[in-house]
């Protein structure tokens, strides 16, 4: 098969891969129809995230069609259309019975907190991604669900995970009847978190980025007020100015690790192996929050050296609400909304790009090219 290969920093290309195979009776293989490139990818394509290897192929936000089933499978036949939520789980240990499918106790056996994430560093497990013709999708059973026939591809595409993330971020929020919500990072993430957040109930979404089409994006597609933290001299202090000098009551944090990568990674393509990136966000949202306010945390990160400012958190009383989203657990909720018409996912998709030129791809969303919000990719 044809699938998207990392071969360093900045450097990912199309090659033949062995098709992938049926290894446990529990596995299905799809062949996908339509993946993307999703933010958190763009950690690994600039070298920030630890065991990122040679040779994996990225791509956790994927759909297909089932090509073949492992002998175990109930819930699936060859030819079904299928979308797959970015985790790997089981369905049955401690965790997967509490719904937290992202912390998954049997699928990763190189870390203690995250479960399985497709297509992302083997600190996630090490399952290649659907940035390709074919993918093997283990617990077939459990992860992937039959699309809906009246929902689009494209849509499904984005429950996979970052229409899904979004959602679970503003969940985390808290959100209470009137809040004045801010959400750092106007990404496709960002954007859902946004638009979520007045689902839940808000009575004001600011969107706070540096890139002014994205923060027109918000606007249109999130009905929210903006901000552009390049034009003010000191973004907390403008938050605080714009809510009563008392802070927003919630923050979503929608950036993570910084996706721009850091000066010396631009300079030297080099990664520093155990620094997962910046806190700079995170800092942000705990200083622009309100005394008591609630802080949502759902962008990737990895180690960090760079001092968070846990001491600030503790002394104004806030709540810290953080996970990688348990995807298929937000799922009948946003189904309702896109059926019902409140929400139409599609919206944020700006480029199509064939497999093929998937290394131009990742060039246009690493370098915010040609108002780039969300590529989609197109195996052929």
Known sequence: MKAMVYRGPYKVRVEEKADP?????????????????????????????????????????????VEQVGPSVENLSPGDRVMVPFNVYCGSCFFCARGLYSNCHNVNPNATAVGGIYGYSH????????????????????????????MDDEDA????????????????????????????????????????????????????????????????????????????????????????????????????????????????????????????????????VRKGGTVSVMGAYGPMFSAVKFGDALNKGLTLNMNQCPAKRQWPRLFEHIRNGHLKPSDIITHRIPLEHIAEGYHIFSAKLDNVIKPVIVPS
């Open 21 to 65: 195979r049926i290894e446990h009776p529990n596995d299905a293989i799809v062949r996908v129809t339509m993946a993307s490139i999703c933010g958190s990818d763009l950690h690994l394509y600039h070298g920030m995230m630890p065991d990122t290897r040679v040779g994996h192929t990225f791509g956790h936000e994927f759909i297909g069609v």
């Open 157 to 288: 595409l984005l429950c996979t995970d970052a229409l899904a993330t979004g959602y679970f971020g503003a969940q985390l929020g808290d959100i209470v009847e009137g809040d004045t919500v801010a959400v750092f990072g106007a990404g496709p993430v960002g954007l859902f978190a946004a638009k979520s957040a007045w689902f839940m109930g808000a009575g004001r979404v600011i969107v706070i980025d540096h890139l002014d089409y994205r923060l027109e994006k918000a606007r249109e597609f999130a009905h929210a007020e903006t901000l552009n933290f390049a034009e003010h001299q000191d973004i907390v202090v403008e938050m605080k100015r714009t809510t009563g000098h008392l802070g927003a009551d919630v923050v979503i944090d929608a950036v993570g690790a910084e996706a721009d990568g850091n000066l010396m990674q631009h300079v030297t393509s080099a990664k520093l192996k155990l620094q997962g990136g910046s806190p700079i966000a995170l800092n942000w949202a705990i200083d622009s």
């Open 123 to 150: 600190t996630c497990g090490g399952y290649d991604g659907g940035q390709a013709q074919l993918v093997r999708v283990p617990f077939a059973d459990v992860g992937p669900s039959r699309i809906p026939e009246w």
